[in-house]
């Protein structure tokens, strides 16, 4: 003889319907995971929505690099090598307790706005590009929690801190494209 099924009041079957659903959520995040982290990388390394890092100071004529352009505040060099401090910073704040970040504004802005020679310039390129790369590799590393408050921090995450990196960089790619432009030393499509 067959027992008759027990029928699930609706509010329990609901309830299963939607922890099954809570279950493949939760699998599927756990896959998505390398797609989020992918993205991350994707937006710090920039030139999807504008030109990235290298399109605007790969090209930059030594001449122009400590020029200040009217209604502009701040040079190539300037722009450079504070994107290089900044970047650095947040770097090291992610990843070492006892990094001291250094006086805010004037420790985040080179002291003169060119740099003493072709050297000095492409080192603080080539520096730039480092720190980008050690960043990327802190996201993509999946034994890091993007979102797990930095324990030597106030409330940050590495998530923050790369979308704050991201922002940053975007931001100032863009005054130093606006600076070349006025320069006129933008290639004009």
């Given at each position: ?33 390398g ?18 890092f ?21 040079t ?81 995450t ?32």
């Open positions: 003889m067959k027992k008759a099924k027990k029928k699930r009041p609706p509010q329990k079957a609901a309830a299963t319907k939607i922890a099954k659903r809570v279950a493949g959520a939760k699998r599927e995040s756990k896959n998505d995971s797609v989020f982290r992918g993205q991350l990388v994707e937006l710090l390394k920039g030139g999807h929505a504008h030109v990235d290298m399109g605007a100071v790969e090209a930059f004529p030594a001449a122009k690099r400590g020029t200040y352009a009217q209604g502009l505040p701040h190539g060099w300037q722009l450079l090598e504070h994107m290089r401090i900044a970047q650095w910073d947040i770097l090291e704040f992610s990843r070492n307790a006892k990094h001291v970040s250094p006086d805010f504004p004037e420790g985040y802005w080179p002291k003169t706005p060119a740099p003493r020679d072709e050297e000095e310039w492409l080192d603080s390129m080539a520096a730039f590009r480092r720190d980008l790369r050690e960043m990327i590799r802190l996201v993509e590393n999946p034994r890091i929690d993007l979102c797990a408050k930095i324990p030597h921090g106030d409330g940050q590495i998530l923050r801190e790369a979308l704050v990196l991201a922002d940053h960089n975007s931001y100032h790619i863009a005054q130093i494209v606006d600076l070349r432009r006025a320069l006129g030393s933008w290639p004009e499509p």
